[in-house]
């Protein structure tokens, strides 16, 4: 059975930083690009994030490039996201997705997700 079990959220105030980890489990998780999704309160979900199963490639949104950092280690079978400068419009659920970009924002491939709440 394929579990996601993202954790590290929390409330944080602007310019502060997260870091996120998502273990994983059920499914050979080498084999596999894994992303970050997050959806804001009263919103679509917004993919964040992906990197290739080998760590050789990272992709990033507009909105978090130079800010956020996804990163995995494949001995531990885990998913990270780095969330430095945060600022109050990162707030929302961020999920972990057994999933490359093209596929992210399909919710069948989500954890159940960890709450971030960037305010002052």
């Known amino acids: 059975q394929v579990q996601l079990v993202e954790s590290g959220g929390g409330m944080v105030q602007p310019g502060g930083s997260l870091r996120l980890s998502c273990v994983a489990s059920?499914?050979?998780?080498?084999?596999?690009?894994m992303s970050w999704v997050r959806q804001a309160p009263g919103k679509g979900p917004e993919w964040v994030a992906s990197i290739s199963s080998a760590s050789s490639d990272t992709y990033y949104s507009d909105y978090v490039t130079g800010r956020f950092t996804i990163s995995r280690d494949n001995t531990k079978n885990t998913l990270y996201l780095q969330m430095n400068n945060l600022k109050p419009e990162d707030t929302g659920l961020y999920y972990c997705a057994r999933a490359p970009r093209d596929d992210a924002l399909q919710q069948q491939f989500w954890g159940r997700g960890t709450q971030v709440t960037v305010s002052s």
């Open positions: 059920g499914f050979t998780f080498n084999s596999h690009h």
